[in-house]
């Protein structure tokens, strides 16, 4: 039983791993609001939002297209689309990919 309880605790997802997913960025029209965290949004800085890690968590966003990758804190709540894990602003996606793309595939991992 012990052997067997070991081997499933081995295999449980640890917060900090790297997931894959998609990333979009924001539209302009939020220039100026404030965010779920309070802060004021600007889509010349490095931000994201996600659904439910701390805000102030930095992540390391990779473009698995390019290989490039940016880092972010989050600090808004979203994307509310099930198929992206974030949203993160034009500055961030245009350090590793293309905005005019829309969406990309990333992965993502906690840094601090």
Known sequence: ????????????????????????????????????????????????AHRTLPFGTVVKVTNLRTGKSVEVKINDRGPFHSSR????????FNEIGDHNNGTMPIEYEIVD
């Open 85 to 92: 894990a974030l949203d993160i602003t034009k500055a961030a």
């Open 1 to 48: 039983m012990m052997i067997s309880t070991l081997g499933i605790y081995s295999f449980k997802n640890n917060a900090t791993d790297a997931k894959t997913s998609f990333a979009s960025y924001y539209h302009d029209k939020f220039n100026g609001r404030k965010t779920a965290s309070g802060e004021i949004f600007s889509n010349s800085k490095l931000t994201a």
